[in-house]
């Protein structure tokens, strides 16, 4: 462990934080933690039985706007916001959405609000919510509604989904597209 790192580690280890804590807060190995709170003669903090809410509300802090930033885990590549709790995994988005609404989301959970990653509760809507505001904003901007079939001849009651700016696509042809593509 870095030798500026160890004074503030074991303030925090006296205070009662457990290893992994301390490893995030300090950004330090949560084994060079352990070796330390050893040496020290401390015990191991007894895991604490909290809700999924309750720690993910633990990994959120506030930002401008009212925004809720991230400071947990995040998907490797995508950099999704992500929590794991007895040995499940979430976003970060959809406990949040849980936490709005009390039931879990239909599709994906997603901000909103244009923030890339807020996890606001008040924030995160899932796919009807946001399908239904993108065809309002279509109407607002004048735009014609939704055919029948795309060119296809895909059934847009079912395959039909909508882009943040209103604009009408398919959602089957979209996956179709991404099929090709992966295959290549």
């Known amino acids: 462990m870095n030798p500026t790192k160890i004074g503030p580690a074991r303030d925090l280890l006296t205070a009662g934080l457990s290893n992994s804590a301390i490893a995030r807060q300090l950004h330090v190995d949560k084994h060079d933690v352990a070796t330390l709170r050893t040496e020290m003669g401390l015990p191991n903090v007894p895991a604490q039985p909290l809700t999924v809410e309750q720690k993910w509300r633990q990994r959120v802090r506030p930002a401008v706007g009212g925004h809720l930033e991230w400071t947990g885990e995040r998907a490797t590549g995508s950099g999704t ?99 090709v593509g992966t295959a290549r």
């Open 81 to 179: 916001p992500v929590m794991r709790h007895s040995g499940q995994a979430y976003t970060a988005a959809r406990i949040a959405y849980r936490i709005k609404h009390g039931t879990d989301p239909q599709g994906y959970a997603a901000p909103g609000c244009g923030m890339r990653h807020c996890v606001s509760p008040d924030h995160i809507d899932d796919l009807p919510r946001r399908q239904r505001d993108r065809a309002a904003l279509r109407i607002v901007h004048g735009k014609p509604g939704r055919p029948a079939t795309c060119r296809h001849g895909h059934d847009q009651a079912e395959h039909g989904q909508y882009l943040p700016d209103g604009t009408a696509y398919c959602a089957r042809c979209s996956a179709d597209r991404k099929k």
